[in-house]
C-alpha cells in the first residue's frame, strides 16, 4: 500500500481529525495532485481548532494555490474550437484557485473578527452551530484516578510500572528500562478494567486511542490486518499515546484455536507488539479480557503483554463510595452505606449498580400503583440484595481450576493469591 493510500484510509477512518486531511494533503501535493490536495486543505481548516496547525495548513493551501496558478498561467494559450477540452480543464483550475483563494480571505476575515471581539468587553465567543458536537467532546472532563473508586493496590502497581515511567523518562533510560510496552488487565467481568485503563491514560496526559473489534475486523482478505496495522501506525505517530484493546481474546486467541481466517491477525498483532521493524517505545499496549487463559502464549511472554495485572473485585472500602457514586443524584435518603458494603462482598462495580437500579424499579412501581411518593430507602437496597448473587463467583470459581492446574509459569500468582485469603467464602 503506497503512502497517499495509506493516509486515505486514515482520512476515512477519522474524517473528523484535521491532522490527517493536513497530512494527506501534504502527500497529494508532493505527487503532483494539487486539486486534491487543496480539497485536502481545506476540509483540515473547516475542522481545525488548533491555532499553530490551523496556521501551518493555511501556509501550505497557499503555497498549493500559488503553484496551480503559476502552472495554469504558464500553459494559458488562446482557445480555439479543437481545444475545448483543454479548456473545461483551465476553467475548473482557475476555479478551485478562485474558491480557495475567497476560503482564505474568509479565514483572515474571520481572524481579524476575532481578534477585535477579545477586545471587547465583555468577552463574546462564537459558537458554529455545525461544530457544536465536536467542540462539547473535546471538553469532556479527563478521566483520572480520582474518580476511581478503591483499587489501592492497583493504582499502586499502575503509578509503578506504567505512570512513572512516562514522567521519568531520563531516569529510565539512565537504566535502560523501556518507557512503554504492553499490559494486560483480566479478571472478572464488571470490576472497572476498561475504566482503569481510562483513568491511566488520564494520569499520563498522553493520547488514549481505544481500538474496538469493529475498527479492526473486515470480510476482505487481509484488510483487517491493514486495519490493525493502521491503528498501531497512528498511536506510534502521535506519542507518548496509549492503545486499549477491549475484550483481546477477540483477536489475540490461542493459535491452536484460532481458523485460518482470524490466524493472520493474530500473527499481526504479535509483529506489531514486537517484530524486526516495529517499536513500542513511548507506545503503551493496553488490553483487557475476562480470559487470559484463553490468549495465545506468545503475546503473554516478555516484551508483548509481559505485565499482567490482576484486577480484583472492590473492597469493602471501595463498595461503599460506588454506592455514593451510582446513589448521587438519586432520590434517595438516609442510605447507610456501610451495612450496604458489608453485604455485598465480590459484587462487582456493575453488579451494585444493578441493584440500585433494581431498588429504584421496585419503589417507581410502589408509587405508581399507590400514589404515595416515597425516596429510596436501605431497606429497598437491602431486599434486593436479598434475592441476588454477585456475578464474579462464577468467574473466581473457573479461575480457581486454571491456578490449581495451568500456573506453572507463575502469571496467576496475583489471582492465587485473592482466592487464598477468601476460600473460604468461594
Known amino acids: 500500500m503506497d503512502k497517499v493510500k495509506w493516509l486515505q484510509q486514515m482520512v476515512e477512518q477519522n474524517p473528523a481529525d484535521p491532522q490527517a486531511h493536513y497530512w494527506l494533503g501534504k502527500e497529494l501535493a508532493e505527487n503532483g495532485r494539487w486539486l486534491e490536495a487543496v480539497q485536502s486543505y481545506s476540509t483540515g481548516i473547516s475542522l481545525c481548532t488548533d491555532d499553530t496547525l490551523r496556521l501551518e495548513i493555511i501556509h501550505e493551501l497557499t503555497k498549493t494555490s500559488v503553484h496551480i496558478q503559476q502552472t495554469t498561467s504558464m500553459e494559458h494559450s488562446p482557445v480555439i474550437e479543437d481545444e475545448v477540452h483543454d479548456n473545461d480543464e483551465m476553467i475548473e483550475t482557475e476555479e478551485a484557485i478562485a474558491a480557495s483563494a475567497e476560503e482564505l480571505f474568509n479565514i483572515e476575515e474571520s481572524e481579524k473578527q476575532q481578534k477585535l471581539l477579545k477586545n471587547l468587553k465583555p468577552r463574546l465567543t462564537v459558537i458554529d452551530g455545525a461544530g457544536l458536537k465536536k ?19 492497583l493504582k499502586k502497581t499502575i503509578n509503578l510500572r506504567i505512570i512513572s515511567p512516562f514522567y521519568n523518562k531520563g531516569l529510565f533510560a539512565k537504566f535502560r528500562k523501556k518507557v512503554g510496552g504492553g499490559v494486560l488487565l483480566y479478571g472478572p467481568p464488571g470490576c472497572g478494567k476498561t475504566f482503569i485503563a481510562k483513568a491511566t491514560a488520564g494520569e499520563c496526559k498522553a493520547n488514549f486511542y481505544p481500538v ?19 491503528a498501531f501506525d ?5 506519542k507518548p499515546s496509549i492503545m486499549f484493546f477491549d475484550e483481546v481474546d477477540t483477536i489475540g486467541m490461542s493459535r491452536s484455536k484460532a481458523s485460518e ?4 491477525i493474530i500473527d499481526t498483532f504479535l509483529t ?37 495485572i490482576f484486577v480484583a473485585p472492590p473492597d469493602e472500602k471501595a463498595r461503599e463510595q460506588i454506592f455514593k457514586l451510582k446513589l448521587a443524584g438519586r432520590y434517595a435518603e438516609n442510605i447507610d452505606v456501610t451495612t450496604l458494603a458489608t453485604q455485598t ?6 453488579d451494585i449498580e444493578n441493584v440500585i437500579e433494581l431498588a429504584t424499579e421496585n419503589v417507581l412501581a410502589e408509587i405508581l400503583s399507590t400514589g404515595n411518593e416515597r425516596p429510596i430507602t436501605t431497606n429497598d437496597l437491602l431486599h434486593v440484595l436479598a434475592e ?18 495451568a500456573n506453572q509459569s507463575g502469571l496467576y500468582n496475583d489471582v492465587e493469591k485473592y482466592l487464598r485469603a477468601h476460600a473460604k467464602r468461594i
Open 135 to 153: 467542540t462539547i467532546q473535546e471538553v469532556q472532563k479527563q478521566v483520572t484516578f480520582e474518580d476511581v473508586a478503591g483499587l489501592d493496590d
Open 388 to 405: 441476588v448473587q454477585p456475578s464474579t463467583l462464577e468467574w473466581l470459581r473457573t479461575a480457581k481450576n486454571y491456578v490449581k492446574y
Open 234 to 238: 497512528k498511536a506510534r505517530f502521535q
Open 272 to 308: 506489531e507488539l514486537e517484530g524486526i521493524d516495529t517499536s513500542t517505545d513511548e507506545v503503551l499496549i493496553m488490553a483487557a479480557t475476562n480470559t487470559p487463559w484463553d490468549i495465545d502464549s506468545a503475546l503473554k511472554r516478555p516484551g508483548r503483554f509481559d505485565r499482567l
Open 261 to 264: 481466517y482470524t490466524r493472520g
Open 345 to 350: 462482598e465480590f459484587f462487582s462495580g456493575a
Open 212 to 230: 474496538h473489534i469493529t475498527d479492526i475486523l473486515s470480510r476482505y482478505l487481509g484488510e483487517s490486518e491493514q486495519n490493525l496495522k493502521a
